[in-house]
C-alpha cells in the first residue's frame, strides 16, 4: 500500500476513535506577487485550539488556496475529506490534506499528554569536514550549517532558481544522484509533492535519513516504518499567540515549540490511543 493511501487509512482511523473537534479556520499567508522564492506555511485550527501547519509555496499553491479559501478564518472543512486529497495530484489539495493529517497528529498529541521531545534530543550520525550530504529541498538554515562546518551538501530541487550558487554546494534535479550520501535530510515539502517515496528508493546506502521542517508535524509511524531515522515537527501550545503573531505579521517560529521523534523517543500511535483512553 502507498504512503498516501496508509495515511487516509490512519487518519479514518483516527477520526473514528479520536472524534476531533471540527475545523475552526484555516490561514494562509498573503499572496505577494513579485519574483521572490518564500518558504511559508499555512495552518489549520481546530476548535479545541489544536494549530498545525503545511507547507504552501510549491508552485500554483498558495494561488490555488486562496481561491478556494476567500474567507480563511470562517473556511468550514471536514478533517476525512481534506484527507481524501492524498489521493489527488493537485498540490493544493495535498497540501491541505498535509494540514489536516498534521492536525490529527497534534489533536492525538495532546489527548494523550504526550511530551514531545525536543529538536537535537537523538543522536545522529554527525557529518565530517569534506562529506557530502544530501539535502531534498532547499532548506537554507539546515544548508547554512552544514555548509559553515566544511560540508559539501548536495540540493535535490524541482526548483532550481530557488538555490543560490555558493560555495560547497552542488545543485542536482535528479534523485538518482543520492545514491552514495551516507546522511540525506529531506523536507517535508515532499509529503505535499507526494516524492518522498520515489526519494527513498535512491537512498539504499544512507544510514540516516531524517525528516525535516513544519510539514512533518502529523504522526511519524508510517515514516519511522519506512526507514527514515528521525522525524522533525513544530507544536503550538498557545494558538492565541500564533493567531497574534500571525495577525501582526511577526514570525511564528518565536511561539513554536520544534521536536523530534524517532523510534526510541516515540512510542506509537497504539500506545497514544491507549494513553486517550486512560486520561
Known amino acids: 500500500m502507498s504512503l498516501d493511501s496508509q495515511i487516509i487509512s490512519l487518519g479514518r482511523r483516527l477520526y473514528v476513535e479520536l472524534k476531533p473537534p471540527a475545523v475552526a479556520g484555516v490561514y494562509l499567508p498573503a499572496l505577494v506577487q513579485d519574483d521572490e522564492y518564500r518558504d ?9 485550539g489544536t494549530a498545525a501547519p503545511f507547507y504552501v509555496s510549491l508552485p500554483g499553491t498558495l494561488a490555488a488556496l486562496h481561491a478556494r479559501f476567500p474567507g480563511q478564518a470562517q473556511a468550514e472543512l471536514d478533517l476525512l475529506e481534506c484527507l481524501q486529497g492524498f489521493e489527488s495530484s493537485e498540490l493544493a489539495i495535498r497540501a491541505l490534506a498535509l ?50 562546518r566544511g560540508v559539501e551538501v548536495l540540493v535535490i530541487e524541482q526548483q532550481p532558481g530557488r538555490v543560490p550558487a555558493r560555495e560547497r554546494v552542488q545543485l542536482s534535479e535528479d534523485p538518482a544522484s543520492l545514491a552514495e550520501c551516507r546522511l540525506v535530510y529531506c523536507t517535508a515539502s515532499t509529503l505535499v509533492n507526494g516524492s518522498l517515496e520515489q526519494i527513498l528508493g535512491h537512498c539504499g546506502k544512507a544510514e540516516i535519513i531524517d525528516l525535516i521542517g513544519p510539514s512533518g508535524s502529523g504522526l511519524p509511524d508510517l515514516l519511522l516504518a519506512r526507514g527514515i531515522h528521525a522525524v522533525g515537527g513544530a507544536s503550538f501550545p498557545d494558538s492565541n499567540a500564533l493567531r497574534g503573531a500571525l495577525a501582526n505579521g511577526q514570525s511564528w517560529g518565536s511561539v513554536a515549540q520544534k521536536y523530534e521523534l524517532g523510534a526510541a523517543s516515540y512510542p506509537g500511535v497504539e500506545v497514544l490511543l491507549d494513553r486517550v483512553e486512560q486520561v
Not at 511559508?40 to 479545541?48: R, Y
Not at 569536514?129 to 532548506?139: I, L, N, Q, S, T
Open 99 to 148: 494540514g489536516a493529517w498534521n492536525a490529527l497528529g497534534q489533536h492525538l498529541f495532546k489527548r494523550a499528554e504526550f511530551a514531545l521531545p525536543p529538536r537535537g534530543s537523538l543522536a545522529g550520525f554527525d557529518p565530517h569536514p569534506g562529506e557530502r550530504v544530501g539535502m531534498v529541498g532547499y532548506f537554507c538554515p539546515v544548508i547554512d550549517r552544514l555548509v559553515e
Open 40 to 48: 511559508e506555511f499555512g495552518f489549520v485550527f481546530l476548535q479545541d
